[in-house]
């Protein structure tokens, strides 16, 4: 429960809006009705209505009261007509690579998962406030003084063991080190198992901050084939390996950026045995797979290992708070050496926010946040679907996942979503162009869409205009 009344009287009609229990087109109880249903005042019934009508859930007509949005699509994705993006085609030879400054700018502008610059349209957090201040009141001294110790708060990693191992996960304390976020995690991965001019290779499309590091890292990226709903292409991957003396392979099975794809679990016992017959690490990027819309969290390549081939990443920064520096990396086989290139990088992590963030863990909140956040994020993405399916039908292909934060959205040929991006920034829309997700030049009429926000009017109204823009 929040710290105000109008916040759980919004989370409540939410969650019914979302399950159905108030469909499409529905009205709402008045505001007199809901004041004497929920026992609260006319302020708080306002509050809450106003907050949902600014998510874009529902909607206020003249003299008749508050009505769930007609537009709003709760449908599964699969009635979507627009066609999914055929799998990748990437140049297969090793190269070194150099990224644009167009992240920096994507990052200054606060908008990696906006098509605006951020707007204050999501309540805070009120739980994890209050934890973290509780971590911060109970450090003593000693630790305020002293850096905390290497591996990390030992009460922090137990609960990320048991929440990961949820997912199977089958994670053990000791193999466990708390890092400063999942880039900071990959980063160890990657000194950990490879050596300068090395080959790593990758999904492609791939995830940028990857790609970021692997340049300035001084490796060489070999794009693999990747399908917008299974990923990684492991026949591909194979005839690569015996051609190429690959050290190590980065992926993300579960709903990765951009495509959104997950990897079937016959894909993660069949790259096991390819990294197995070849000698490379697997380096896990896990960050998305707490945000599935299913039954259950996928599981782990982690999880099936046996003999120490996997590296497993990952954070909250996507599900709970960008701004939480707070990640994890587990090995088997590595864990001694990424614990020395902690240390050496950044010495320790923050011994009061592990401690306020164990406490949020322990309470309950984060599986009470994660299942409302699953739920956002199913209706937000279809609500995304929708308007492209209305204001952008002239595009080509568009994924549909089960899970994460964004979809890979091809527009025709003619189009340079580089050339798009500056276009687009001069109305004040931000978009993230496809060829970020490549050290090719490739990708350059795909952008990469998150369903991270609420489609509010603002949003709405950017989108259709952006679709405006991408017109050939």
């Known amino acids: 429960?929040?710290?105000?009344?109008?916040?759980?009287?919004?989370?409540?009609?939410?969650?019914?809006?979302?399950?159905?229990?108030?469909?499409?087109?529905?009205?709402?109880?008045?505001?007199?009705?809901?004041?004497?249903?929920?026992?609260?005042?006319?302020?708080?019934?306002?509050?809450?209505?106003?907050?949902?009508?600014?998510?874009?859930?529902?909607?206020?007509?003249?003299?008749?009261?508050?009505?769930?949005?007609?537009?709003?699509?709760?449908?599964?994705?699969?009635?979507?007509?627009?066609?999914?993006?055929?799998?990748?085609?990437?140049?297969?030879?090793?190269?070194?690579?150099?990224?644009?400054?167009?992240?920096?700018?994507?990052?200054?502008?606060?908008?990696?998962?906006?098509l605006i610059s951020s707007a204050q349209d999501i309540a805070a957090n009120t739980q994890l406030r209050r934890c973290l201040s509780k971590g911060m009141r109970h450090q003593n001294s000693s630790q305020q003084l002293n850096y905390d110790q290497p591996r990390g708060n030992r009460e922090l990693i137990n609960q990320i063991c048991n929440n990961t191992n949820l997912g199977a996960g089958l994670i053990q304390a000791e193999d466990v080190i708390i890092s400063n976020g999942c880039q900071h995690a990959l980063l160890l991965a990657i000194i950990a198992t490879t050596e300068p001019n090395d080959i790593i290779a990758?999904?492609?499309?791939?995830?940028?901050?990857?790609?970021?590091?692997?340049?300035?890292?001084?490796?060489?990226?070999?794009?693999?084939?990747?399908?917008?709903?299974?990923g990684l292409n492991l026949e591909t991957l194979a005839q690569a390996a015996a051609n190429w003396d690959i050290k190590a392979t980065i992926v993300s099975p579960a709903f990765c950026t951009p495509t959104g794809a997950c990897m079937p679990d016959q894909n993660k016992m069949a790259l096991l045995a390819i990294a197995e017959k070849n000698s490379f690490t697997i380096i896990e990027d896990d960050i998305y797979a707490s945000l599935y819309f299913g039954f259950e969290k996928p599981r782990s390549i982690y999880s099936y290992d046996t003999q120490g081939l996997v590296i497993l990443c990952s954070s909250l920064s996507?599900?709970?708070?960008?701004?939480?520096?707070?990640?994890?990396?587990?090995?088997?086989?590595?864990?001694?050496?990424?614990?020395?290139?902690?240390?050496?990088?950044?010495?320790?992590?923050?011994?009061?926010?592990?401690?306020?963030?164990?406490?949020?863990?322990?309470?309950?909140?984060?599986?009470?946040?994660?299942?409302?956040?699953?739920?956002?994020?199913?209706?937000?993405?279809?609500?995304?679907?929708?308007?492209?399916?209305?204001?952008?039908?002239?595009?080509?292909?568009?994924?549909?996942?089960h899970g994460g934060l964004v979809l890979w959205l091809e527009l025709n040929s003619d189009i340079n979503t580089m050339s798009l991006y500056k276009t687009a920034r001069a109305q004040g829309i931000t978009i993230t162009p496809g060829s970020l997700f490549s050290a090719q030049n490739t990708y350059q009429s795909y952008l990469r869409i998150s369903f991270a926000q609420p489609w509010n009017e603002e949003r709405v109204a950017a989108f259709k205009l952006l679709a405006q823009l991408t017109k050939a």
């Open 318 to 401: 996507k599900s709970l708070s960008r701004d939480l520096r707070i990640g994890w990396i587990a090995s088997k086989k590595y864990s001694q050496k990424i614990l020395a290139l902690k240390i050496a990088t950044v010495m320790a992590s923050s011994s009061s926010q592990q401690q306020g963030l164990s406490y949020y863990i322990k309470e309950g909140h984060l599986d009470r946040h994660l299942k409302l956040r699953r739920q956002l994020l199913e209706s937000q993405k279809n609500q995304l679907l929708t308007l492209i399916q209305q204001h952008m039908s002239h595009a080509v292909s568009v994924s549909q996942p």
């Open 1 to 114: 429960m929040s710290d105000y009344l109008y916040h759980d009287l919004e989370i409540s009609l939410r969650e019914k809006i979302i399950r159905g229990s108030y469909p499409p087109a529905t009205k709402l109880p008045s505001i007199r009705q809901m004041c004497l249903q929920a026992s609260v005042s006319k302020t708080t019934v306002l509050a809450a209505y106003n907050r949902l009508e600014a998510q874009g859930l529902i909607e206020a007509r003249n003299r008749s009261g508050y009505y769930v949005r007609s537009t709003l699509n709760l449908q599964s994705s699969h009635s979507i007509s627009l066609k999914k993006p055929s799998t990748s085609k990437p140049t297969m030879t090793p190269v070194l690579i150099s990224r644009t400054q167009v992240f920096l700018d994507i990052m200054h502008r606060g908008a990696v998962f906006d």
């Open 202 to 230: 990758i999904e492609s499309p791939a995830f940028y901050g990857a790609l970021q590091l692997i340049e300035i890292l001084g490796r060489k990226v070999l794009e693999i084939p990747s399908s917008a709903d299974s």
